[in-house]
């Protein structure tokens, strides 16, 4: 049997200002192995993002998702430290929330 590369898919939402600032709601990210790091994560997107529309586009996401107050959820979950990605996983990010 050949060697064969699966490609699995991540949903990635984005939410609030950060949906606004990026002009995009939700992408779906093609991922080769799980993805361990918060910044692995960004620059596998990032990645992603100049694959598709080039680098402008790509060095926006990766400023924007690399802000370090903005929350990331990996299905529905907030994550404070390390993460596992995995195939089918749902991630968000979105600014902090406030409230009075």
Not at 12 to 29: G, H, N, P, T
Not at 45 to 73: C, M, P, W, Y
């Amino acid at each position: 049997m050949a060697n064969q590369v699966i490609s699995n898919m991540v949903n990635v939402l984005f939410f609030a200002k950060l949906r606004e600032d990026l002009d995009c709601s939700a992408i779906e990210l093609k991922i080769a192995a799980p993805i361990m790091t918060r910044k692995a994560l960004v620059a596998c997107i990032a990645d992603n993002v100049t694959q598709r529309h080039g680098e402008e586009l790509g060095a926006i996401f990766l400023h924007k998702l690399s802000e370090e107050n903005l929350v990331l959820a990996v299905n529905h979950q907030v994550c404070k430290s390390d993460i596992t990605i995995n195939d089918a996983d749902e991630v968000a990010f979105y600014p902090p929330v406030t409230g009075g």
